[in-house]
C-alpha cells in the first residue's frame, strides 16, 4: 500500500529552524511533483513549496528565502528546510505527491500531515 509519511514537525522557538521529510513507500515507479502543503487552525490548507521530478522549486512568497524544498529521488524523500522560524509559520504540514502506482498510472497522494509549533 502506497504511503507519504511524513516526519520531523515538533515545537522550536522563534528564529530556530526545523527539516521536515515526506517518505514515500509502497509499489513505486515514479514520482512526479512534491508539495508541501500548510494550514493553521482555523485557516485554509495553503501551497508552501513544490519541487519537480527535474529538481526545479517553487517557493510562496510568505516563506521564500526562509524555506527550501528539496528531494533525493533514489529514496523517494523529500525535505521541507524551514529557517528563521516564525509564529505564524504554526501549522500542521502536509507532503502531497503524484505518485506512479502502476508503469501507466499516476495518483495524487497526501500525507498525515506533521505538527510544527512556534513558540517560546
Known amino acids: 500500500q502506497l504511503q507519504l509519511v511524513e516526519s520531523g514537525g515538533g515545537l522550536v522557538q522563534p528564529g530556530g529552524s526545523l527539516r521536515l521529510s515526506c517518505a514515500a513507500s509502497g509499489t513505486i515507479f515514479g514520482i512526479g511533483f512534491i508539495h508541501w502543503y500548510r494550514q493553521a487552525p482555523g485557516k485554509e490548507r495553503g501551497l508552501v513549496a513544490t519541487i519537480a521530478s527535474s529538481g526545479s522549486t517553487n517557493i510562496a512568497d510568505s516563506v521564500k528565502g526562509r524555506f527550501a524544498i528539496s528531494r533525493d529521488n533514489a529514496k523517494k524523500t523529500a525535505y521541507l528546510q524551514m529557517n528563521s522560524l516564525k509564529p505564524e509559520d504554526t501549522a500542521v504540514y502536509y507532503c502531497?505527491?503524484?505518485?506512479?502506482?502502476?508503469?501507466?498510472?499516476?495518483?495524487?497522494?497526501w500525507g498525515q500531515g506533521t505538527q510544527v509549533t512556534v513558540s517560546s
Open positions: 502531497n505527491a503524484d505518485v506512479k502506482d502502476t508503469p501507466t498510472t499516476l495518483k495524487n497522494y
